[in-house]
């Protein structure tokens, strides 16, 4: 069935270095998608999300990339600091389906001091 | 303002038992929705409330069910455990009234084991 994945299970990086998480999505009928952060013992939080009609979009220190032709979606984290340890989902959603979201498996982030 | 708030947060039940998790909704939500987190994977959508009745369904069986009350607060009831039910359960609200981004705010959830 249609399902969202991520490439890599873990990532290691240094401090102040910048993070790129990957995804792999194979519902193209999707509206939106979203990255959620999980810290360990807490529940997923929102980071940030693009419509499906978008290629890029900025946050704070984040910048997601949606590029449809291969089904890729991106999480760039600039200046990795040490609380962004964590595990980042994504995950996709439609529009008449409000609460109702289609995770990934996730990918751990590792931050280095 | 409190968030999402979810009891109790560890409870340990045996095979063919049956439980209730609780969860309060963020202030000014009237939405709930909840999901299944097995240990390594990403949360498994279970089903929403809205109006004190079940807007959307995942895959999951009848055993699975809930409630919403009037005050927006909502329970999830499994019975006759499984092995298998073991997980993660969070409660994630939201405001009807607001675009579907994908925005959810979730609790910490209930860790469920069944021995």
């Known amino acids: 069935g249609e399902s969202v994945g991520l490439h890599l299970p873990t990532l290691s990086v240094q401090e102040g270095d910048n993070s790129i998480i990957n995804c792999a999505y194979s519902?193209?009928?999707?509206?939106?998608f979203i990255w959620y952060k999980q810290e360990s013992g807490k529940g997923p939080q929102f980071i940030i999300d693009i419509r499906s009609n978008m290629d890029k979009r900025q946050g704070q220190r984040v910048t997601v990339l949606l590029n449809k032709t291969v089904k890729h979606l991106s999480l760039q984290i600039a200046a990795t600091q040490p609380g962004d340890s964590a595990v980042y989902f994504c995950?996709?959603?439609?529009?008449?389906?409000?609460?109702?979201?289609?995770f990934g498996q996730g990918t751990e982030l590792s931050v280095k001091p | 303002d409190a968030g999402v708030t979810q009891s109790p947060t560890h409870l340990i039940k045996t095979r063919g038992q049956q439980v209730t998790l609780r969860c309060s909704p963020k202030s000014g939500h009237d939405t709930v929705s909840w999901y299944q987190q097995a240990l390594g994977q990403g949360p498994q959508f279970i089903f929403q409330y809205y109006e004190e009745e079940e807007r959307q369904r995942g895959n999951f069986p009848d055993r699975f069910s809930g409630h919403q009350f009037p005050n927006y607060s909502s329970e999830l009831n499994v019975n006759a455990l499984l092995l298998g039910d073991s997980a993660l359960y969070l409660c994630?609200?939201?405001?009807?009234?607001?675009?579907?981004?994908?925005?959810?705010?979730f609790g910490e959830g209930s860790r469920l084991t069944v021995l």
């Open positions: 994630a609200s939201s405001y009807i009234g607001q675009p579907n981004t994908g925005e959810l705010f």
């Open positions: 519902n193209s009928a999707s509206d939106y």
């Open positions: 995950a996709e959603t439609f529009d008449n389906q409000g609460g109702k979201l289609i």
